[in-house]
Antibody, heavy 129, light 112 residues
């Protein structure tokens, strides 16, 4: 069974860059989508963005282009970089996996992320100076 | 897409039925494949969310059959037919119909 484990510094200063990694074990990065999702204390889950194993990325507009997600297939890792952090970025950060699903539109098949079927335990990030 | 859930919290006696509602401000039904892009998760304290249902009503492997998911379009439900102690958690709905993917605010389920 696949396991996901987030890692990274738990403390980040305002205006600095947050960098997190997610190591995937007992499974391959290939043939899936990989997302970063965060949960501020007492708030709902917020999707940050995802990356298809081919490298295509999509992000939530709410991050104002501050987020970047990448893959390192040699290390079986998915990484998140978040620039110019503020107190509002304090949260537990999860990586999560989605299967690749397909749908048809205008006679052509397209791929699309399924639901998040595996999650890491989460990495708590605190922002303070 | 904005998802709302009701109730915010719910206290149910052991062995009784619990129902959580999720409403979307737009349809999550994709007509070409007749699938609703709505998932349900359970999150216990200190743990990550766990997938319960996808396509609104397809049970994830290993999820007990006392759980059921239903609904279509904009209105969805998650039901637990006979509440067990281990079901105490927060339950979230989530749409993957379009990006940015969004979650509901959660429903806290407790034992009465």
């Amino acid at each position: 069974q696949v396991q996901l484990q987030e890692s990274g510094p738990g403390l980040v200063k305002p205006s600095e860059t947050l960098s997190l990694s997610c190591t995937v074990s007992s499974g391959s990065i290939s043939d899936f989508y990989w997302s970063w999702i965060r949960q501020p204390p007492g708030k709902r889950l917020e999707w940050i963005g995802d990356i298809h194993y081919t490298g295509t990325t999509k992000y939530s507009p709410s991050l104002n282009s501050r987020a970047a997600i990448s893959l390192d297939t040699s290390r079986n890792q998915v990484s998140l970089r978040l620039d110019s952090v503020t107190a509002a970025d304090a949260a537990v950060y999860f990586c999560a996996r989605s299967p690749v699903t397909t749908y048809s539109k205008n006679g052509r098949d397209h791929i699309w992320p399924g639901a998040f079927d595996s999650w890491g335990q989460g990495s708590l990030v605190t922002v303070f100076s | 897409i904005v998802l709302t859930q009701s109730p915010d919290s719910l206290a149910v006696s052991l062995g009784e039925r619990a129902t959580v509602n999720c409403k979307s401000n737009q349809s999550l039904l994709y007509s070409s494949n007749n699938k609703n892009y709505l998932a349900w998760y359970r999150q216990r304290p200190g743990q990550p969310p766990k997938l319960l249902f996808y396509w609104a009503s397809t049970r994830e492997s290993g999820v007990p059959d006392r759980f059921s998911g239903g609904g279509s379009g904009t209105d969805f439900t998650l039901s637990i037919s006979s509440l067990q102690v281990e079901d105490v958690a927060v339950y979230y709905c989530q749409q993957n119909y379009e990006r940015p993917f969004t979650f509901g605010p959660g429903t806290r389920l407790e034992i009465k």
